[in-house]
């Protein structure tokens, strides 16, 4: 369309006899450019700004070809001197033209700046004295000059306007960033929607003027930081820098995706964010470490001072766990917005690490009576046993970052003060365990006594205690003594050696009937999670109960296929209860025992934490058969 109207007006001009006198020609060109000597022209007039632009091309091409004199020259170099005046005119107005005919005139001049670089190449390579003296007229680099002067003028006029927002934010630096940084998005918003219409595609206006933007707002953030700041302000330093501005600005849906790299890298050189990144951290580091170590310390006072933990839903509960996933999840969360590198996070959950290495010291110490004897110990234990499971389900479920060895660290200083808490309750009864499985293998047991019978009923007893125990953390210290029962219960089995065939068939039964005893007290104890515990006193009963050797085999090899954990040691233990099986049974059986055990193990652990200390007596007494 712009052809023809370039056309349509050349015509006209022609046939009014125009090209025919050079001086004509130039005489009804100034009339029509008189508007560019007049200072502002009306939009009207700018509409014509392309039709300007080609009437001059159409001049100089003339001029050029028939030869000019100096005056005329004269008046075309004004002319296009004053074209280009009139075109930087309507690109100051980039960013506030908002009417359909303000942008239809912004088209025209750019429309106008192509028309003038393409004469500028048509020109070039030619003599200096066979050219036009204003050619290269340089419209492009006048209009990105231009726009460079205009970014730098509206940020500067951003930062210091109080009405463009931000105005409830704390200090001065924070309010200049945001005002700043809202004024890149809104400007490239606009460009976005309504400017790069305006421009061809090859100029691409949306890269320069990020670029532009980036450059100047980058210069400015660079001058606040080289001033020196205070914490707060480089927090909000950073939060522009690594999260609001790539992040949310430059990944706006109409944004994201259509610049280039160098428009969207840091804000910041390396040596600045790195300088700004280790105030804030060093600045956090010391309050998550203060703050961790004031709630331990107010806990350890509370139990030195003999106070009973607080009842909450008929359990004794203490707030410090709470309270230190409060100060790490404060500091993390702030952090995510903070800084870019998210493995820096180390530097903050290592006082985690190190809090949870002083927690299970200082409880241990209590428990222990170092601090002298408290009345208040039982319902510390308690309360702290809940803090141990709400910081285990921290450290283990939550999406906190921390480095594999940091968890593990953390977990072992947990279990090692669960199983200390744990202790405290279990080491009592282990006397009565004592007693009771002392008579194992006697008469009494064999003839059916309720050996088992008078031990759970002790444990009833005693676990009456635990009612205001959190049910979860009871249900768990349950499945530890559940699993101390039956592991010494079987510990006391394979201590015995060579029984009678009777003796091992009576053995075996009382076994079968001692392990559903447990297991349904326990289960009625709602502990469900360590049942499975039966089963393995029913395997052991059964190889006990089998006297044909090659059954025994199979029933062995089955036994350490379900725990794989059963060592060559604990096989010889149990074979040594046995009667009757030749040396090369049970090297056949040891040897089938390891060819035959699973690569992988899915069992929880359960033979490998029965240590025998007649261990060495048993595995020589198996050797000598072997041999």
Same mark, same amino acid.
């Given at each position: 369309?712009?052809?023809?109207?370039?056309?349509?007006?050349n015509?006209?001009d022609?046939?009014?006899?125009?090209?025919?006198? %050079?001086?004509v020609?130039c005489?009804?060109?100034?009339q029509?450019?008189?508007?560019l000597?007049e200072?502002?022209?009306?939009?009207?007039?700018?509409?014509?700004?392309?039709?300007?632009?080609r009437?001059?091309?159409?001049?100089?091409?003339?001029?050029?070809s028939?030869?000019?004199?100096?005056?005329?020259?004269?008046q075309?170099?004004? #002319?296009f001197?004053s $074209?280009?005046?009139?075109?930087?005119?309507?690109v100051?107005?980039?960013?506030?033209?908002s009417?359909?005919r303000?942008?239809?005139?912004?088209r025209?001049?750019?429309?106008?700046?192509?028309?003038?670089?393409?004469?500028?190449?048509?020109w070039?390579g030619? %003599?200096?004295?066979?050219?036009p003296?204003?050619?290269p007229?340089?419209?492009?680099?006048?209009?990105?000059a231009l726009?460079q002067s205009i970014?730098?003028?509206?940020?500067?006029?951003?930062?210091?306007d109080?009405?463009?927002?931000?105005?409830?934010?704390s200090?001065?630096?924070?309010r200049?960033?945001y005002?700043m940084?809202?004024?890149?998005?809104?400007?490239l918003?606009?460009?976005?929607?309504?400017?790069?219409d305006?421009?061809?595609?090859?100029?691409?206006?949306?890269?320069?003027?990020?670029?532009?933007?980036h450059?100047?707002f980058s210069?400015?953030?660079?001058?606040?930081?080289?001033?020196g700041l205070n914490?707060?302000?480089?927090?909000?330093?950073?939060f522009?820098?690594?999260?609001?501005?790539? #992040?949310?600005?430059?990944?706006?849906?109409?944004l &994201?995706?259509?610049?280039n790299?160098s428009?969207?890298?840091? $804000?910041?050189?390396?040596? &600045?964010?790195?300088?700004?990144?280790? *105030?804030?951290?060093?600045?956090?580091?010391?309050?998550?470490?203060?703050?961790l170590n004031?709630?331990?310390?107010?806990?350890?006072?509370?139990?030195?001072?003999?106070?009973e933990?607080?009842?909450?839903?008929?359990y004794?509960?203490?707030?410090l766990?709470? #309270?230190?996933i409060q100060v790490?999840?404060?500091?993390?969360t702030?952090?995510?917005?903070v800084i870019?590198?998210q493995?820096k996070?180390?530097?903050?959950?290592a006082?985690?690490?190190?809090?949870?290495s002083?927690?299970?010291?200082?409880?241990?110490?209590?428990?222990?009576?170092?601090?002298?004897?408290?009345?208040?110990?039982?319902?510390?234990?308690?309360a702290?046993?809940?803090?141990?499971?709400q910081?285990?389900?921290?450290?283990?479920?939550s999406t906190?970052c921390v480095?594999?060895q940091?968890?593990r660290?953390c977990?072992?200083?947990?279990?090692?003060?669960? #199983?200390?808490?744990?202790?405290?309750f279990?080491?009592?009864? &282990?006397?009565?365990l004592k007693?009771c499985?002392?008579?194992?293998?006697?008469p009494?047991?064999?003839?059916?006594?309720?050996?088992?019978d008078? $031990?759970?009923?002790?444990?009833?007893?005693?676990?009456?205690?635990?009612?205001?125990l959190?049910p979860a953390?009871?249900?768990? $210290?349950?499945?530890v003594?559940?699993?101390?029962?039956?592991?010494?219960?079987?510990?006391?089995v394979?201590k015995?050696?060579?029984?009678s065939?009777e *003796?091992?068939?009576?053995?075996?039964q009382?076994?079968n009937?001692?392990?559903q005893?447990i297991?349904?007290?326990?289960?009625e104890?709602?502990?469900?999670e360590?049942?499975?515990?039966?089963?393995?006193?029913?395997?052991?009963?059964e190889?006990?109960?089998?006297?044909?050797?090659?059954?025994?085999?199979?029933?062995?090899?089955?036994?350490?296929?379900k725990?794989?954990?059963?060592s060559?040691?604990?096989?010889?233990?149990?074979?040594?209860?046995?009667?009757?099986?030749?040396?090369?049974n049970i090297?056949s059986?040891r040897?089938?025992?390891k060819e035959?055990?699973?690569?992988?193990?899915?069992s %929880?652990?359960?033979?490998?934490?029965?240590?025998?200390?007649q261990?060495d007596?048993f595995?020589?007494?198996?050797r000598?058969?072997?041999?």
């Open positions: 369309m712009w052809r023809c109207l370039v056309c349509c007006s015509q006209q022609c046939k009014g006899g125009v090209e025919e006198n %050079p001086a020609f005489n009804h060109h100034r029509q450019n008189h508007m000597h200072g502002e022209a009306s939009w009207e007039e700018e509409e014509l700004l392309e039709e300007v632009s009437g001059l091309i159409d001049r100089e091409e003339q001029l050029f028939r030869g000019l004199s100096s005056e005329d020259e004269e075309l170099q004004k #002319d001197n $074209l280009k005046k009139q075109l930087c005119l309507v100051e107005n980039i960013f506030t033209s009417s359909s303000q942008l239809d005139t912004l025209s001049a750019v429309v106008s700046i192509q028309q003038q670089e393409a004469q500028d190449q048509r070039a030619r %003599p200096d004295d066979r050219r003296t204003w050619r007229l340089k419209c492009v680099s006048s209009h990105n726009l970014v730098e003028s509206r940020l500067r006029e951003a930062a210091e109080e009405s463009s927002g931000g105005g409830e934010l200090s001065a630096v924070k200049q960033v005002r940084g809202r004024r890149v998005e809104d400007d918003l606009l460009v976005v929607r309504t400017v790069q305006c421009y061809p595609s090859e100029m691409d206006i949306l890269n320069i003027c990020a670029r532009l933007y450059q100047w210069a400015q953030l660079m001058e606040i930081v080289a001033s914490v707060d302000d480089c927090s909000y330093v950073l522009m820098v690594n999260h609001h501005y790539p #992040d949310s600005l430059l990944k706006h849906t109409e &994201h995706g259509k610049m790299s428009c969207v890298s840091s $804000l910041l050189l390396q040596d &600045h964010l790195q300088q700004l990144e280790d *105030q804030y951290l060093s600045y956090k580091e010391d309050k998550v470490k203060i703050w004031k709630i331990l310390k107010t806990e350890e006072e509370s139990w030195l001072k003999n106070k933990p607080e009842i909450i839903d008929s004794f509960y203490s707030p766990a709470v #309270d230190a790490i999840d404060s500091f993390l702030e952090f995510g917005c870019r590198d493995s996070t180390q530097r903050i959950t006082h985690l690490e190190s809090f949870l002083s927690y299970e010291k200082s409880f241990e110490a209590f428990v222990r009576g170092d601090h002298g004897n408290h009345g208040n110990v039982a319902s510390v234990v308690k702290q046993l809940v803090c141990e499971q910081l285990r389900d921290y450290i283990t479920e906190v480095c594999e940091q968890r660290r977990l072992n200083s947990l279990t090692a003060l669960r #199983d200390y808490g744990y202790r405290y279990t080491c009592p009864l &282990h006397v009565h007693v499985y002392s008579k194992l293998w006697t009494v047991w064999l003839d059916g006594s309720l050996v088992v008078s $031990l759970l009923d002790t444990l009833s007893d005693q676990l009456m205690a635990l009612t205001d959190k953390c009871r249900k768990s $210290l349950l499945s003594l559940h699993q101390d029962v039956v592991l010494r219960y079987l510990k006391r394979m015995i050696t060579k029984k065939r *003796q091992q068939v009576g053995g075996a009382q076994m009937e001692d392990a005893k297991n349904n007290f326990f289960e104890m709602g502990c469900s360590s049942l499975w515990l039966c089963d393995a006193l029913c395997c052991v009963a190889v006990l109960r089998l006297q044909d050797p090659h059954s025994v085999h199979l029933e062995v090899i089955a036994l350490a296929r725990f794989p954990d059963l060559d040691d604990h096989v010889s233990a149990l074979l040594s209860v046995k009667n009757g099986l030749s040396a090369g090297r059986i040897r089938s025992v035959n055990r699973p690569p992988t193990n899915h %929880p652990p359960f033979f490998s934490r029965i240590h025998l200390k261990i007596k595995k020589h007494h198996a000598m058969f072997a041999r």
